[in-house]
């Protein structure tokens, strides 16, 4: 289910309607418009105390999402036109909150940096730039009627399936991060999600890699990046790392 | 046997002596050294008359006392700890020919007995119980609590006749420290994700004693564990000299009785260095590369790999720069997972060609400690990477 912040509501309606289910096969929108469960345990958690201290609305994500319900996030940074522009400094803010629940910290996330708004995905958490939130060549929020991806070990293969799935020209994607990964299962992985935002599929390719995938989408327009992180990692990835790989000394 | 032909023949005994030759009359006891192996009788007669009688009795030895073994071992154990079973000596008794029927007591014969029964009893069960049987020659004892107790056995043979032996026991109270991991080691910091490795539990006999904690080095501090104790969080901000050097010390308290100590030896290891894999470039998007790192920390003093499930997991791993990475490019600190490791992408890759960068600087620390400095050369080919150490 698709749930917006409360400032969201009503601007993002058209984008409230595409649902995801499960992760294999078919998916398809608009299955119904009550609350799943994910979505409200993550957001009716109560947080017992929430502090931050001239931080940005990404540190308070990343630690709302360590919290004591964790959970995956999609955030998107405010694009510069241009990779060379000067670097734009979010806005440092501080909050001192008890005993809200998750949705309550994210509006008043969203209330401090207001460039930004909330919404829901199943259950990932997407906090996205307002001033692109009804954009539909904004990236994110373009549409595939289809999308299909065979046999995807990285998170790669799902960024490139988007882009060839896009009508032309191919979309310039990168992945560009220092830190964390979301690594996938080592069995391939196939899916076919209908009617979904690229943000959705996003939201998709993060989950495979585990339950609290968390992905950051930041650059400029002619340089769009992706981060993947997941700082709780699946079972089977442990279990794939038993015997230690042999290390080498640095 | 003829006693008249002893009599008259003069036949010595084994001492040199005779019966007198004028002889008619006496007192005759005769037995065989074998317990029930021999019968007989007294046959008297008389030729003249042509008359004879028998006269025979029987009687069993019987025990007159009691004592722990024929080589004079006194009864024990005097000492033992709360929670722990030992064993009495074998009890033994003297036996005794008695001096007329029904007598408990006559002459000595040896030690041992017929059909005797054991008795043990512990005359204070908060200390010291009878662990199994307690009609065994010996006894388990068993250190049910603090305190002293007299342990007594009452042996009865077929006759009813008795004897008692026993001591008296002193129990002191249990204490055992168990480390919270298989490794002898805590860790230095004060991430809360140390508190497994770092956590030590004790386990007392009896319960309801006060504790005191102690370490051999100052500013170690001491917090109960939130759940499976007694037990204690250490946490501490200095590393080991050497292997083992750390010494926790526990003392327990029961009233009424003496404290008792115990300590455990362990490693105070400090986060110091990683090593890591050999990763391929992944990228796939077209240009540029991408490679995860799996780093497995190190410790001083020991100089050892994290132990695998040692209790690390989400222990904080911190990353950062001198410059800040390419614009576009995210960061992202880490933890260290269940095999006490952890993951680090560094991915630069595209489906466009890549605008060259700047060569930056990227350090991890754990804990607070710097482990390791890589450098990270930005291009439009990828990420060049080389790590700056340290090494040991």
Known sequence: MRQSGASLKYAALPFLVALLFGVSGVMAGNQSKTQSAPENKILDT?????????QTLVDGLWKLARGPEPFAFGFERVLKKRLSDPEMQDPGFSLQLKNKTVREVLDALCQADSRFTWSMDGATVNVFPRAVANDPTYLLNRKLAKFELRNATDVQDGLL???????????????????????YPPEPWTVILENVTIRQVINQLAAHGGPSGIWIFGGANDFRSFG????HPSPWLLKSKESRPEDTRP | ??????????????????????????????????????????????????MARNFSCYNGVVIGSAFFNSAGESYGPTSMVAGTTQSTPTVVTNIYFPSYQGACSGQPYGTGGLGLTYQWTSYNINAVTISGSNAMDYASLYGAGAGTAEVD??????????????????????????????????????????????????????????????????????????????GWVVTTKTQSASNGDRKLTVTYTVSGQNPVSQSLNVTARQFAY???????????????????????????????????????????VTESFNLPPPAGTETGSGVLD?????????????????????????????EGYQVRQNTLAYSSTGITYASLGPTQ
């Not at chain 1, 399936?161 to 979301?182: C, K, W, Y």
């Not at chain 2, 317990?35 to 007294?42: E, I, K």
């Not at chain 2, 240009?287 to 050892?304: A, E, F, I, L």
């Not at chain 2, 952890?342 to 991890?364: E, H, I, K, N, R």
């Open chain 1, 46 to 54: 109560k947080v017992p105390e929430f502090e931050l201290h001239n």
């Open chain 1, 161 to 183: 399936a988007i882009v060839h799935q896009l009508p032309p020209p191919i979309e310039q994607v990168a992945n560009s991060q220092v830190g964390g990964a979301d690594p």
């Open chain 1, 228 to 231: 993947f992180f997941n700082t």
């Open chain 2, 1 to 50: 046997m003829s006693l008249r032909e002893l009599i008259q023949t003069q036949i010595e005994d084994d001492t040199k002596r005779v019966l007198p030759k004028d002889l008619t009359n006496g007192q005759l006891l005769w037995f065989v050294h074998t317990l029930n192996a021999g019968h007989g009788r007294l046959l008297q007669s008389n030729r003249e008359t042509a």
């Open chain 2, 153 to 230: 056995v009452l042996v009865t043979d077929q006759y009813n006749c008795t004897a008692g032996a026993g001591g008296n026991t002193t129990v002191t109270p249990k204490l055992q420290l168990t480390l919270g991991n298989q490794h002898g080691s805590i860790f230095v910091g004060t991430d809360t994700h140390l508190s497994t490795p770092n956590s030590f539990f004790a386990t007392v006999l009896p319960t309801g004693g006060t504790f005191t904690e102690a370490s051999s080095a100052s500013g170690d501090t001491f917090a109960p564990v939130q759940s499976g104790g007694p």
């Open chain 2, 274 to 316: 990683l090593t890591n894999n050999s990763p391929s470039n992944i990228c796939t998007l077209g240009y540029g590369t991408k490679r995860v790192y799996t780093y497995t920390p190190y410790t001083h003093p020991d100089k050892t790999a994290v132990q695998a499930g040692i209790g690390v997991t989400d222990t904080a």
């Open chain 2, 338 to 366: 269940a095999n006490s490791q952890f993951t680090d992408t560094l991915a630069y890759c595209s489906t466009s060609p890549l605008p060259g960068s700047p060569t930056v600087t990227q350090t991890f620390s754990i």
